[in-house]
């Protein structure tokens, strides 16, 4: 091609950038006007939310903070639906979501899909930090594959009284589509490009004529111009790429296409490294990556609260295994690294070793995981104490039934006395094992779900005042000299009478056994905001301080000894803990060693 027709053609080129500037920055200027204007419909929007349906909910004279959140956001579904059907128009979604759990509470958006995974999403993860936050044009896939953009608007709320954490108690998140802006700009797009092509038309003839006036004087840099294709000339040739023919346009169509390549690529690793980065940041479990050198070039903050301690980043590998006594393989090599458990004061972490290699299959590295499995590990701790104390419990009675038995049928049954004796012994040891038995799946209905109750409005102070008149009367008959007192107060509540009656004589029961002669029972009913509190306090012998938080698992006993020979299977004061659960209740214990035992009973008021 000719120096003119390339002069030319550089000439409708700086017509088409004009015409491109002018129409990019017209562009540019109508996003932010719409960005503008969305933020602050999605603001105002998130505000009337707040205060129609979450203020107000709070706000509302029959609530109390301390009903808790499912009472506060009972009271949000009515609100919603009606500020959704009355003021929300179709193309905006709103979002009420927990702070606590991060489910969402409210939407008018379709629960049906799987669209809806917002931990994700900076803007709630920004309002999770306790600010507001706004993002447009932010494109997501549905559940069929197809990308939707959105402008999205994330707040915090905080309420006073919910929580104690530093999370806020709920997050409203609403976005609008961005679809109708997008067909709108595309018109407005191709409207401009109509207008270039008929600006270009235009500088054509002109360029012709002018280029064939400076023919004569730009052959002389013809030689200039083909050494410039080859050089840094690459960037102005690209606007040239599709309409020029000779080597010069060839190398520019090259090049375009290459920086198309390197952007969509750029633009993938950009959105892979930001998930990665959120994935990472929410992550519970602590990771590590090292290189073949054992450097460290990448870990999350998860990993330092894991392992507690600081400064991970300026640690070698070796040095790290050193401090988390974990050895190196002897051959240096990192493929044969295996998984190990490791202990950290109270905590189990399992410790995961992942290579990673090149195309080529060497190793680059290796990835460490570690979890925290301390709870899998007291609960497996757990299930295995559970079984080897219902073995052992079960297995004592049988084996006195069994040689008792034997020494009958050796002949010892020939006396009277001793086969009264005996079969005396035998009885008392079988009703252990069915009381055992029987404690076993009333927790097993507790456990299922499956226990029933007979609720009638109960004089809580008639059931105490009972149960002591009971335990006074087996003192006298066991000629033990214990004090009773109480003080009650007429307490009305909806329960089950013989279950509750069952929690009072198991406490009572245990205080009587564990008091000794001469001891002292109070037990008092007080009255404090929507509770009712029944005190039972002994001076016995009291519980060690690192038992109390354990005299409610099941067979769990403070003294085995003295328990089994003071009788009971190990299980009441588990079965109480359920059954005051079941009535919206709770139980708790304070003690002393040697200086006695408080238990506390605490029945709402209002339970139904």
């Known amino acids: 091609m000719s120096i003119r027709w390339k002069l030319a053609i550089m000439f409708i080129s700086l017509v088409f950038l004009v015409m491109m500037s002018t129409g990019t920055f017209i562009i540019v200027t109508l996003r932010m006007s719409e960005e503008t204007a969305r933020a602050g419909d999605l603001e105002g929007r998130a505000l009337d939310i707040y205060s129609t349906v979450i203020e107000a909910a709070f706000n509302m004279p029959d609530f109390d903070p301390s009903d808790g959140r ?3 956001e009972a009271l949000f579904t009515q609100s919603f639906s009606e500020l959704v059907s009355n003021r929300i128009p179709e193309g905006i979604q709103a979002f009420i979501i927990s702070g606590e759990n991060f489910m969402t509470l409210e939407t008018n958006a379709d629960r049906s899909t799987d669209f809806y995974n ?49 999370f806020p108690d709920y997050v409203i998140y609403i976005r609008s589509s961005a679809e109708t802006f997008n067909a709108s700009l595309r018109r407005i797009t191709q409207t401009i490009g109509l207008v270039s092509i008929f600006a270009l038309v235009a500088s054509s003839v002109l360029s012709v004529i002018f280029a064939g006036s400076l023919t004569q004087n730009l052959l002389r840099l013809n030689k200039k111009i083909k050494e410039f294709k080859v050089g840094a ?36 690793l950009t959105n892979e490294k930001n998930k990665m980065e959120i994935i990472m940041y929410n992550m519970s479990d602590g990771v590590l990556a090292y290189d ?25 590998m070796a040095e790290l295994f050193a401090k988390i006594d974990i050895d190196l393989p002897e051959d240096g090599s990192i493929e044969n690294m295996e998984d190990a458990i490791i202990n950290i004061g109270e905590k189990y972490i ?40 219902v073995s052992h419990e079960i297995r ?29 012994v035998i009885n008392s040891e079988a009703d252990r094992m069915a009381a055992i038995v029987k404690d ?28 002591v008149r009971q335990h006074k009367v087996s003192a006298d008959k066991l000629g033990k000299e214990i004090n009773f007192t109480s003080h009650v107060i007429s307490a009305h509540i909806h ?34 905001g929507r509770f009712y509190m029944v005190y039972i306090t002994d001076n016995g012998i009291g519980i060690p301080r690192e038992d109390l938080r354990r005299v409610f698992e099941r067979f769990y006993r403070v003294d085995k000894a003295r328990s089994r020979e003071l009788g009971g299977t190990g299980l009441g004061l588990s079965i109480a803990k359920e059954i005051m659960e079941a009535h919206g209740g709770r139980i708790n214990v304070s003690s002393e060693l040697g200086e006695g035992t408080t238990m506390m009973l605490r029945f709402p008021k209002e339970f139904s």
């Not at 040739?237 to 390197?262: C, H, R, W």
């Not at 076993?440 to 609720?455: I, Q, T, V």
């Not at 205080?511 to 009913?525: C, E, L, P, Q």
């Open 70 to 72: 499912d009472a506060l």
């Open 118 to 166: 917002f931990m994700t999403q900076q803007v709630v993860i920004t309002a999770l930090q306790g600010n507001t936050d706004f993002s447009a044009w932010r494109s997501y896939l549905d559940h069929l594959g197809n990308s939707y953009a959105w402008f999205e608007f994330a707040m915090p709320v905080f309420l006073d009284g919910m929580t104690g954490s530093d």
């Open 396 to 424: 004592t009675p049988l084996t006195t039934i069994k040689s008792y038995t034997e020494t009958l049928l050796d002949g010892a049954a020939e006396s009277e006395d001793l086969r009264n004796e005996f079969l005396s």
């Open 495 to 528: 329960v089950d009478p013989e279950r509750i009656n069952q929690v009072l004589n198991n406490i009572i029961t245990n205080s009587f056994r564990y008091s000794g002669d001469n001891a002292k029972i109070d037990v008092d009913i007080h009255e404090s």
């Open 350 to 389: 399992n410790t995961g070793f992942n290579p990673y290699k090149d195309h080529s299959g060497r190793i680059l590295g290796v990835i460490i995981v570690f979890q925290d499995i301390t709870k899998h590990m007291l609960l497996d701790n757990m299930r295995k104490e559970f079984v080897a104390n």
């Open 292 to 316: 073949e050198g054992g450097v460290l070039i990448h870990s999350n903050y998860a990993c330092e609260e894991l392992l507690g301690m600081e400064n991970i980043v300026s640690m070698s």
């Open 440 to 467: 076993l799946l009333e927790l097993s209905r507790f456990d299922s779900k499956r226990m029933e109750f007979d609720y009638k409005f109960t004089d809580l102070a008639e059931l105490v005042s009972s149960n």
């Open 233 to 268: 000339g690459a960037n102005p040739l690209t606007v040239t790429a599709k309409i020029a023919n000779d080597e010069i346009g060839q190398l520019a169509v090259s090049f375009n296409n290459m920086e198309e390549n390197l952007e969509r690529g750029m633009a993938t």
